[in-house]
């Protein structure tokens, strides 16, 4: 996320900005620029949440991956567009991460009361 958001700018009279094309992103209206930086924020925290869970740091993954759904929910009433596929794939990879923080109890042992022989 090494870019730089500038509001209020418009390309035509920013001719400073030309040389630094691949960095600057340059937005007319403050709506356009709250959108795009939900975006980018959600798939930040998306891209956090699976290096964490990667790392099996999965309470933070999973912080990481509700924050992501809450930007890509905000982007939705914001813009009018449905990140469904996304929100989707966070919520499976919510579910994994539970899943592996609270792993189904596998005790065979009912023979409660009997002496091991």
Not at 107 to 116: K, N
């Amino acid at each position: 996320m090494n870019m730089v958001y500038v509001k209020g700018a418009e390309p035509p009279t920013n001719t400073w900005a030309l040389q630094y094309l691949d960095h600057v992103l340059m937005f007319d209206h403050q709506d356009d620029l709250l959108a795009r930086m939900l975006l980018d924020i959600g798939h930040y925290f998306f891209t956090e949440g699976k290096r964490l869970a990667n790392e099996e740091h999965l309470y933070s993954a999973c912080q990481h991956y509700e924050w992501s759904k809450k930007m890509y929910r905000r982007y939705e009433i914001t813009e009018e567009k449905k990140k469904s596929a996304e929100i989707g794939e966070i919520d499976e990879l919510i579910r994994n991460v539970e899943q592996r923080l609270n792993p189904p109890n596998d005790d065979d042992d009912d023979r409660v009361g009997e002496s091991a022989s």
